[in-house]
């Protein structure tokens, strides 16, 4: 069946250090793929997606590409910042599902001034 | 106005009481979702409608049931609350169209002691 693959967490890095949470699928066909976050206390909102193969999503300086060849979306940003930490989740949705999203587990991250 | 609200906000209530968590959208979607979140499992799927008539459990529907009043409304009952129900809940909607996120709620605390 279908499955999302995260890296576990928690993640610590320091402001302005690169950040890269893999996140890897399994599905048949074109799944559309997204990274949720989840800031503290709150509830999750999208913060980007790719619907087609080499499809880049793109959202407050946070990046991932979907690569058909290796099943992954892996969420990168090149600087982060105290305000990024949060948990964030790699979801896919496909038409043989009936569309209802497959969640990771999530990954949290923590950033230190 | 939030898209899509949730209340109570927080809740503790008592082993063996029946409680219920609403859930309503402005957002006009027919789909309307609820979610458990518990560290380190992720989120997971209670139950889900795809419209006023239509009604799935989900993954982790034992212990739980649900009523949905209207398109805009979707509530979730716990019949008789045990501990281990302790958790965040979500609600969600989206549209089942291709490439269609999720919309979430603030979440519900809810503890049962």
């Known amino acids: 069946g279908n499955s999302v693959t995260q890296m576990e967490g928690p993640v610590t890095l320091s402001e302005e250090a690169f950040l890269t949470i893999n996140c890897t699928y399994t599905a048949t066909g074109y799944p559309s793929l997204f990274w949720y976050v989840q800031y503290p206390g709150e509830g999750l909102q999208l913060l980007l997606k790719?619907?087609?193969a080499d499809d880049k999503g793109s959202n407050k300086g946070f990046e991932a590409t979907y690569r058909k060849e290796t099943t992954s979306f892996h969420l990168e940003k090149g600087s982060v910042q105290v305000s990024d930490s949060a948990v964030y989740f790699c979801a896919l949705s496909h038409a043989g599902n009936n569309r209802k999203l497959i969640w990771g587990l999530g990954t949290s991250l923590a950033v230190n001034p | 106005d939030a898209d899509v609200t949730q209340t109570p906000r927080n809740r503790i209530t008592k082993t063996g009481k029946r409680i219920m968590l609403e859930c309503s959208q402005t957002k006009g979607h027919d789909r309307m979702y609820w979610y458990r979140q518990d560290p380190g499992l992720g989120l997971r799927l209670i139950y889900y409608s795809f419209d006023v008539k239509d009604i799935n459990k989900g993954e982790i529907s034992d212990g739980y049931s649900v009523s949905r009043q209207a398109q805009a409304k979707f509530s979730l009952s716990l019949e008789s609350a045990i501990p281990n129900q302790t958790a965040l809940y979500f609600c969600?909607?989206?549209?089942?169209?291709?490439?269609?996120?999720?919309?979430f709620g603030q979440g519900t605390r809810l503890t049962v002691v």
């Open positions: 969600a909607t989206s549209r089942g169209t291709a490439n269609t996120e999720a919309f």
């Open positions: 790719a619907t087609k």
